[in-house]
C-alpha cells in the first residue's frame, strides 16, 4: 500500500515558491522538469498518515522532513530519529514506515527492558501508530 500524504498545515515551512515564467535561458518547463526545477517543486515537510504495512495503522499523522541527498530523497521523523531512502518521495516515505513499523515491533517485544531513551521513543511511537494484530 502506498503512503498517504497529506498538505502540510500553514504553520509548517515549505521549499521556495515558484512562478511559472519563460526562462531568460531559454530553457523550457519540459527540460527544467527533469532538473533542478523538478526538486525545488518537493515540500520540505509533509504530513503521512500511513506506514504501508497492513500489520500497522496511523492513529495521528507525523511531520516528516524530506531532503534530498545527492539524488537520494531522505524522509526523516526527527522525533524518533528514525529515516527511510529512495528514489522518490514516495518510495522514501515508504522506507520510513518499514522503519518505523520495525521499530514499534523491535521496541514492543522489549518493552520491560528499555533505556530512557528508548522509553521516550516508544511513548512517541504509541501516540501515533497502532498494531491492527
Known amino acids: 500500500m502506498a503512503p498517504m500524504l497529506a498538505q502540510a498545515p500553514p504553520d509548517v515551512q515549505l521549499s521556495k515558491s515558484f512562478e511559472v515564467k519563460g ?49 537520494v530523497v531522505v524522509a526523516s ?25 520495525e521499530l514499534y515491533c523491535s521496541l514492543k517485544a522489549d518493552q520491560a527492558n528499555l533505556g530512557p531513551d528508548l522509553e521516550r521513543v516508544w511513548l512517541k511511537l504509541q501516540e501515533h501508530v497502532v498494531s491492527r494484530r
Open 23 to 71: 526562462d531568460p535561458r531559454g530553457h523550457s518547463l519540459k527540460t527544467l522538469w527533469g532538473g533542478s526545477f523538478a526538486h525545488s517543486l518537493r515540500p520540505e515537510q509533509i504530513l503521512l498518515g500511513t506506514l504501508g504495512n497492513l500489520g500497522f495503522r496511523f492513529i495521528k499523522p507525523i511531520i516528516v522532513q524530506l531532503e534530498n541527498r545527492e539524488g
Open 77 to 101: 521523523w526527527p522525533e524518533v530519529d528514525e529515516f527511510g531512502t529512495g528514489t522518490s518521495m514516495s518510495s522514501a516515505t515508504e522506507d520510513l514506515g518499514r522503519t518505523v513499523a
